[in-house]
């Protein structure tokens, strides 16, 4: 799987829109690029993939670059809680998950 | 909604236990995943299932064992706990796919080992 780099914290302010960045500079052309979250002390928790195009759901929206070397998960209002780590994951099928670091985003009131 | 359910999510124990951990999906999936997660060291994986009665070695296998009798539920046994053994344990489930394979986790056991 393609490593991915991830700032290691952020903050948000309630109400505002969440952009957590994601760098996969080696990302293979059948690679997804998926986010989870985890909330203290809970499984992690699915929110978006996507191949090529930018993606949207009811959670987050998902932009991909058109080189797909990077990535930007947008929560567009964030609440206190979203706070959690925000891991981003390069995958396809047959190959395990492997969770890095992610991202400790904090939204603050 | 995929909803995994995972048998307890504390539990304690002492060295030298026989320890079962379920987990069950309602959502028909193929492919069911145990994993442990211990701070500094990320998910790492245990033992993963493709089939009914079907298992593989993960990462870290050595101290587990699987069972996979049913479809739904996939059982982590530690047949004689160590304290080493002591971590957030997660179990996972994903649809078969010839392309991608979303994984939902179950909210995880966090075991103790005395």
């Known amino acids: 799987d393609a490593k991915t780099t991830q700032p290691p914290s952020m903050d948000c302010a309630e109400g505002r829109a969440a952009n957590l960045p994601c760098n996969h500079s080696?990302?293979?052309?059948?690679?997804?690029v998926y986010w989870y979250r985890q909330i203290h002390s809970q499984g992690p928790q699915y929110i978006i993939h996507g191949l090529k195009n930018n993606e949207t759901n009811e959670m987050a929206s998902l932009i991909i670059t058109e080189d797909r070397k990077s990535s930007t998960l947008i929560l567009p209002h964030a609440t206190l809680r979203d706070t959690a780590v925000y891991y981003c994951i390069v995958n396809n099928a047959g190959n395990m998950l492997t969770f890095g670091g992610g991202t400790r985003l904090m939204v603050k009131p | 909604d995929v909803k995994v359910t995972q048998s307890s999510r504390y539990l304690v124990k002492r060295t030298g236990e026989k320890v079962f951990l379920e987990c069950v999906q309602d959502?028909?999936?193929?492919?069911m995943f145990w994993y442990r997660q211990d701070p500094g060291l990320g998910l790492r994986l245990i033992y993963f299932s493709y089939d009914v009665k079907m298992k593989e070695k993960g990462d870290i296998p050595e101290g587990y064992s699987v069972s996979r009798e049913k479809k739904e539920r996939f059982s982590l046994i530690l047949e004689s706990a160590s304290t080493n053994q002591t971590s957030m344990y997660l179990c996972?489930?994903?649809?078969?796919?010839?392309?991608?394979?979303?994984?939902?986790f179950g909210p995880g056991t966090r075991l103790l080992v005395l």
């Open positions: 959502m028909d999936h193929e492919n």
């Open positions: 080696t990302i293979s052309g059948n690679e997804y």
């Open positions: 996972a489930s994903s649809l078969s796919s010839p392309r991608e394979e979303t994984q939902y």
